[in-house]
């Protein structure tokens, strides 16, 4: 237990007090003046950086963007694993191992990559789905500023969806076969025994995973970063993620460890607030 | 290591008897509920047109990875530009270039890269196999606090965590150093899970009672006795913490800053990033090479994948 322990508060616990800490600091030049050339001194500001924070339109922004992002995203990602999994899992088709790994692969690869790769396939002078679609008289641009979240959904959803298919996959072999035996006898037919049977018995594997991806989502940084590199509409501050680490490196005002962790935490309690009113929604249903 | 392959075999031979039912269950159905010829081709169309969506962009790239800058804007971005015996020079080409671009470095990323994920893993691991055990099988003051904070962590976004740990390594003057990414990712509250939800199903009481009854030291039964009976589940913990080191972009793209130190992840960024940069084909060879580790990690052990998937859902 204690190498854990101590490797866990110096990465996870240590980290967080000292977000909170830092979060009522403000790094100034000494001598007051913006461009004083003394040198910085850390100044307590109370709650001004989450002021900061809070009162400021392109966080609001961002967070807006990940809010649309997760709300289409994450049920299209789950629904899809859920069905493909339904329809691997049915004895409809048999050798199913191909097709299993083939949707699994793409969590292989690292999501840098994969967003470099449907970056040049959003392309239009070298993306043969864009080329391919004007042939048949569809103009889409990927980049447009009203369709660029869905690229971007597109990309963490070929990425994942694989992976929440496996994890769907394991709870529905779980499920005693004399379930589905005594079914049908009673008569059910195979898609009764999947709306009736299948689906409320992995509802604990979907609820979970949905939450993980809820969680996955508020943190969104490695698309949009990419993205950026192809596409001059996505700001510093397009996400909030984006919008912390561009402020701790400087390059966005006001800069530094404080702003940046006010914005750190304030997300923080955010995805805390969802995924408590998604577990208890979860739980309202279910009663 | 014996009773592992033991194990191997009888899951083996288990998944060989499922494998048989299923077939047997489908001749055995009545006419009335075999599937009709409609819902099976429906069935397989649909499991066609998915696997070509999830394989296509790795299709596209493998091609992309053989063209220079202007066959990629003028060619048939679904087939090589070059007849197949010309092949092997215009991978040669790409290569030199990608070696150009790099500075030389590629292999040096992809090696930087191993070193992290394999070395994280391996610790992270160890560590959470410890703490598994220790949380399933004891009982200490304080064990179901600290399981929750854990597991509150396992829901916190990690990335958040990225620039306070930034600071604390700045302060300690840790930064760009191979230590700066290796520390972070050796802990993961998911492998903690992993860990106690496998020690709780596969290591049984009455062993480790006979055990001390025999006069084994708790550090010699975890040693020779736990470890071994984890095994499996240890290979899965690895693979899961393997995979997140590697695809991890922001803590190396915060820590580290120069370029023999960088992961190939952020090698490949820092391409992209340039505004001048116009070899995509060379990019997308080093793209490819890049995750090549990886994929043969996936291939070669995919039924542990399976199995640590399972546990999270079934416990869930």
């Known amino acids: 237990m204690a190498p854990f322990a101590i490797l866990f508060a110096f990465v996870f616990i240590l980290p967080i007090g000292w977000a909170v800490y830092s979060s009522f600091f403000r790094q100034i030049a000494e001598g007051g003046g913006a461009y004083g050339g003394g040198k910085l001194v850390n100044k307590f500001v109370g709650l001004q950086n989450f002021q900061y924070a809070i009162t400021s339109a392109d966080f609001w922004t961002g967070v807006g963007h990940v809010l649309v992002y997760t709300v289409i995203q994450v049920p299209v990602m789950i629904i899809a694993a859920l069905a493909l999994a339904m329809v691997v899992d049915s004895f409809v088709v048999k050798h199913v191992t191909g097709f299993r790994l083939g949707y699994f692969l793409p969590y292989a690869i690292p999501g840098v990559v994969a967003s470099i790769i449907w970056v040049y396939l959003y392309n239009g002078q070298i993306s043969p789905i864009v080329k391919g679609l004007a042939a048949i008289g569809i103009n889409v641009d990927f980049f447009a500023d009203n369709v660029v979240l869905l690229s971007m959904a597109n990309i963490t959803t070929w990425t994942f969806t694989g992976y929440n298919m496996l994890i769907f996959l394991a709870a529905l072999q779980a499920i005693p076969h004399d379930l589905y035996e005594a079914a049908r006898i009673d008569g059910a037919n195979g898609w009764q025994i999947a709306m009736k049977i299948k689906l409320p018995n992995v509802r604990g594997a979907a609820l979970l995973a949905m939450l993980l991806s809820i969680v996955g989502t508020i943190q969104l940084f490695n698309e949009p970063q990419i993205m950026a590199t192809a596409d001059p509409g996505i700001s510093k501050s397009y996400t909030p993620m984006m919008m912390a680490l561009n402020t701790s490196q400087g390059t966005l005002t006001p800069s530094g460890d404080g702003p940046a962790s006010a914005i750190a935490i304030v997300m923080a309690l955010i995805a805390g607030v969802l995924a408590m009113l998604y577990t208890l929604a979860e739980r309202k249903v279910n009663e | 290591m014996s009773s592992a392959t033991v194990n191997e075999r009888e899951r083996r031979r288990a998944e060989r008897r499922l494998e048989k039912q299923r077939a047997a269950a489908e001749h055995d159905l009545p006419r009335s509920m075999r599937p009709s010829a409609a819902v099976k081709v429906i069935t397989v169309v649909v499991l066609v047109v998915a696997l070509f969506y999830f394989l296509f962009p790795i299709y596209w790239a493998i091609i992309a990875s053989t063209k220079s800058p202007s066959q990629m804007v003028g060619t048939n971005g679904m087939w090589f530009a070059v007849g197949l015996g010309d092949l092997p020079n215009a991978i040669a080409s790409n290569y030199a270039t990608l070696l150009g671009w790099t500075r030389g470095n590629f292999w040096r990323w992809v090696l930087n890269s191993l070193i992290y994920s394999g070395v994280s893993a391996a610790i992270g691991t160890i560590a959470a196999v410890m703490a598994g055990y220790a949380t399933a099988k004891f009982n200490f003051r304080g064990k179901n606090a600290a399981i929750g904070v854990i597991m509150a962590c396992m829901l916190m ?160």
């Open chain 2, 157 to 316: 976004p990690a990335a958040l965590l990225t620039i306070p740990q930034y600071s604390i390594f700045h302060s300690l003057h840790l930064t760009n150093t191979m230590l700066s990414i290796i520390i972070p990712c050796c802990v993961s509250p998911f492998g903690f899970f992993l860990g106690r939800v496998y020690a709780q199903s596969s290591v049984p009481d009455e062993l480790l009672e006979a055990a001390r009854i025999d006069g084994a030291s708790e550090a010699r039964i975890f040693f020779t006795i736990v470890l071994r009976l984890l095994a499996p589940a240890m290979v899965t913990i690895f693979l899961f913490l393997f995979v997140a080191t590697w695809n991890n972009f922001l803590l190396p793209l915060m820590m580290v800053s120069s370029d023999t130190l960088k992961p190939v992840t952020l090698g490949l960024y820092g391409m992209v990033s340039l505004a001048t940069f116009t070899d995509r084909g060379a990019l997308m060879m080093g793209a490819l090479l890049g995750v090549l580790p990886v994929i043969v990690l996936f291939l070669g052990l995919q039924r542990f994948w399976q199995s640590g998937l399972a546990a999270g859902a079934v416990k869930g």
